[in-house]
């Protein structure tokens, strides 16, 4: 036995050094919608709760416009010549590196390829302060896999109202992450804005009027803290079933305006509330 085990991992290390990365282009669209739509298909497999991925990931069109998106790296998994999956890694600022999505075929799934992009990927980024993913609590494979490669689970996302993501990050560096900030820091106007703080208090929500749409909104009030002091962050609809009195959240692509003299944090269109743990 014991031979037979190194005699496949042998295999599998031969295998993984056929795998490389390149910028993903237009003209690969095809492919790499096709693959990425067998891949989250192949869900069905491992408990998860209906057929589907996420949002464009079997749309010709959303691929074709991550692949043009300049805030994007969007690179196609090659195994030796053949295109056999991708990966799409965002940023959050100075050193925060973001998996947006990785998937590989299901013919060529337990090769070790997505473990080799990873490798590559961080090869890529070695200022790297460090990376997130996340993933549905449903789908079984995707935990071990990520903790194998040093991931660890931070926190929890509630996007969707059926079912709760599984938020993990890997720190490359010990020190404060540079993209992040201190409340006491946060000035008007500022963007891109990457905080964690704690949950005092949530007011009830109430009902506001859209100056650009005329649609009728539901709002409500935060008093969010950390060690170095207080703001108040502002939800809105479906932000406000996310947060939890008595909670500590971490949010990522939030923004500061000041209104009334007083500066309120909002969460941007691209947005994350994440529960910590």
């Known amino acids: 036995m014991p031979g037979v085990i190194s005699k496949f991992l042998v295999l599998a290390m031969n295998q993984s050094n056929n795998v490389s990365l390149q910028k993903a282009d237009v003209e690969d669209v095809k492919v790499l919608t096709d693959t990425c739509r067998r891949a ?65 075929d299901p013919d060529f799934m337990r090769k070790g390829i997505a473990t080799k ?30 903790e194998s490669l040093g991931f660890v689970q931070i926190g929890t996302t509630h996007d969707y109202p059926t079912w709760t993501g599984n938020y993990y990050e890997k720190r490359i560096s010990d020190k404060f992450p540079r993209a992040m900030s201190k409340i006491t820091d946060i000035q008007n106007g500022q963007q891109r804005v990457l905080l964690e703080g704690r949950v005092n208090q949530i007011s009830s929500p109430r009902t506001a009027t859209s100056r650009k749409t005329g649609e009728e909104l539901k709002v409500a009030d935060v008093q969010l803290s950390d060690d ?29 305006k000041e209104y009334r003299d007083e500066l309120q944090l909002s969460v941007g269109q691209w947005g994350m509330i994440i529960t910590l743990l």
């Open 117 to 146: 992009a990873f490798e590559l990927i961080w090869e890529k980024y070695p200022s790297a302060d460090l990376w997130v993913v996340g993933t549905p609590e449903w789908n079984v494979r995707t935990k071990p896999f990520y």
């Open 40 to 104: 989250f298909d192949s869900d069905l497999e491992f408990d998860a709760p209906g057929p589907g991925g996420p949002p464009g990931y079997d749309s010709i069109e959303w691929n074709t416009k991550a692949i043009q998106n300049k805030w994007l790296q969007y690179r196609k998994i090659l195994f030796g010549s053949e295109t056999v999956g991708g990966f799409i890694v965002g940023n959050r600022g100075p050193g925060y590196q973001v998996c947006e999505r990785i998937w590989v």
């Open 228 to 256: 170095t002091g207080s703001i108040k962050l502002v939800l809105w609809n479906e932000q406000i079933r996310q947060v939890k009195e008595n909670t500590s959240i971490r949010i990522e692509e939030g923004y500061v």
